[in-house]
Nanobody
Framework: QVQLVESGGGLVQAGGSLRLSCAAS????????MGWFRQAPGKEREFVAA????????AYAESVKGRFTISRDSAKNPVYLQMNSLKPEDTAVYYC???????????????????WGQGTQVTVSS
């Protein structure tokens, strides 16, 4: 059973930055795309960003484009989410996920991800 562990969350002022990390319990994660989702209180879980297994393709939600960057060193651990220019509306629990997803259009589909972390809280104060 693969486990994903997120870290790097915390409290930051609006305009600040945080970097989230996601580490898997295996040395390499070949053929698995990695995604970040978030869930704010009272809201549905939503897609944030994803990266292909090779790191060559990325996708972002419109709300974070230009502010967040997802990265990975090929199929090696970990996967990062650099979050800049944070806004209060970015406040949520952020989840890392992994799945054998090969189509760019499918990155947003949470049901295709096989493994999920337990989440890390990000709070942005105004």
């Amino acid at each position: 059973q693969v486990q994903l562990v997120e870290s790097g969350g915390g409290l930051v002022q609006a305009g600040g930055s945080l970097r989230l990390s996601c580490a898997a319990s295996v040395r390499t994660f070949s053929n698995y795309a990695m995604g970040w989702f978030r869930q704010a209180p009272g809201k549905e879980r939503e897609f944030v960003a994803a990266i292909s297994w090779s790191g060559g393709s990325t996708a972002y939600a419109e709300s974070v484009k230009g502010r967040f960057t997802i990265s990975r060193d090929s199929a090696k651990n970990p996967v990062y989410l650099q979050m800049n220019s944070l806004k209060p509306e970015d406040t949520a629990v952020y989840y890392c996920a992994a799945g054998r997803i090969y189509s760019y259009r499918d990155y947003v589909r949470a049901e295709l991800y096989e493994y999920w972390g337990q989440g890390t809280q990000v709070t942005v104060s105004s």
